[in-house]
Structure formats: structure tokens, C-alpha cells
């Protein structure tokens, strides 16, 4: 298995420009999880999915911030317009509905925003 | 909401010193885990604890889950250069849904001095 896929991995952008995050969960996992890390503050869980439904978006910094799952291969999260302050890295991780499993962290995308 | 604290935020050792990370949590917890996350990588997952009292090791790794379900430590025998990296403790909510999120420790940053 290829693992959780994430790109782009790397991202410079400019203040103001839209930003799209995109990720492919592990196949046959139906939770999905988006995680932004930086060093003040750590990894923050900003919104999960359980079979493509949003369950819990309360750590989504505000209204820039949206992610969508289409299906169940596919999450996107979307900046806009993106500000210097959301440079961080954004995990995407995927697990098995339920308590008992383990997450699979993708290989994260670094965001810069200028 | 549910908090799990982890100290300490940095640890230095002397190659071949031992280690501990201790995790604590607001609330009890079903069960927890651990993760590690290799310095520029993506916390990657160890183990899970779920009965009370808990113990289990790993090689030179031991995993302890407190009696009452709300603590937890990470204890690292003859550490190695190998062994850098930041430690995560993630807690599951008791007393919330089977659909329940991790959540996570700030993280315990080990540094090995050869």
C-alpha cells in the first residue's frame, strides 16, 4: 500500500493567493483527519471526516479555511485567501472508523505563505 | 474540552542515559497511543494502551497506562541517536462516541548527544 499521499509537498505562495491541499487516504480507511503543526503550536486537529462526512470542524481556524471529501479517495483543504500567519505544515491522516486503530500520517505538505 | 498535557516539552540526554515522557489528561481516557515523529517526517504510530494499568515494551521501549486511566509514560531504556525525534501521547475520550478524535499531546522533543 502506498500509504496516505499527500501534495504538493512543498507550497510558497504569496499573501492573499488561494491555496489547495490535497490528500488520498489509505484504501478502505473511512476517517479522515487534517492536521496543521508548528512549533507555538503544536499539532492542531483542524477538521475530520467519517465516511466522507464532516464530523467535527471546530479546530478550523476560521472562515478561510474549508475542506471538502468528495469521495472516499479524495479531501481537499483550501486557504483563501491565505495569510503569513497559516504557514505551518498540514498533515493529512487516515484510520479505521473506531477507537482501536492506529492513524497513518501522509508526509505532510510545508506551506509557505509570504 | 478534553487537554492532554505531556512534559517535558524538551529532553536532553547523553547517549546511552535513560528517558520519560509523561502524559496527563483532563478527563479519562478509553485508551491511548503513541507516536513518533522523526525530525522533518510524520509522527508515525508506536503503540496503543487500552486496559487500566497497562504495560507493554517494545525492544527498549516501555509503555505504561496509569490505574485510573488518565496518565500515561513512555520510558526509553539506553536511549540511542536513533531514538531522536518528538514522542506524542493521543487520548481517546471515554466517555465520548465511537466516532471520537485523538487528541493530542503537545509532545515531548528528545535530543541525543552522541
Known amino acids: 500500500d502506498a500509504g496516505v499521499i499527500q501534495s504538493p509537498r512543498h507550497e510558497v505562495t504569496e499573501m492573499g493567493q488561494e491555496v489547495t491541499l490535497r490528500c488520498k487516504p489509505i484504501s478502505g480507511h473511512n476517517s479522515l483527519f487534517w492536521y496543521r503543526q508548528t512549533m507555538m503550536r503544536g499539532l492542531e486537529l483542524l477538521i475530520y471526516f467519517n465516511n466522507n462526512v464532516p464530523i467535527d470542524d471546530s479546530g478550523m481556524p476560521e472562515d478561510r479555511f474549508s475542506a471538502k471529501m468528495p469521495n472516499a479517495s479524495f479531501s481537499t483543504l483550501k486557504i483563501q485567501p491565505s495569510e503569513p500567519r497559516d504557514s505551518a505544515v498540514y498533515f493529512c491522516?487516515?484510520?479505521?472508523?473506531?477507537?482501536?486503530?492506529?492513524?497513518?500520517f501522509g508526509p505532510g505538505t510545508r506551506l509557505t505563505v509570504t | 474540552g478534553q487537554q492532554v498535557m505531556q512534559i517535558p516539552q524538551y529532553q536532553h540526554v547523553q547517549e546511552g542515559e535513560d528517558f520519560t515522557t509523561y502524559c496527563n489528561s483532563s478527563t479519562t481516557l478509553s485508551n491511548i497511543q503513541w507516536y513518533k515523529q522523526r525530525p522533518g517526517g510524520h509522527p508515525v504510530f508506536l503503540i496503543q494502551l487500552v486496559k487500566s494499568g497497562e504495560v507493554k515494551k517494545q525492544k527498549r521501549l516501555t509503555f505504561q497506562f496509569g490505574e485510573a486511566k488518565k496518565n500515561s509514560s513512555l520510558h526509553i531504556t539506553a536511549t540511542q541517536t536513533t531514538d531522536v525525534g518528538t514522542y506524542f501521547c493521543a487520548g481517546f475520550n471515554a466517555g465520548g462516541t465511537s466516532y471520537g478524535k485523538l487528541t493530542f499531546g503537545q509532545g515531548t522533543i528528545l535530543t541525543v548527544h552522541p
Open positions: 491522516a487516515s484510520r479505521q472508523q473506531g477507537r482501536a486503530y492506529e492513524q497513518y
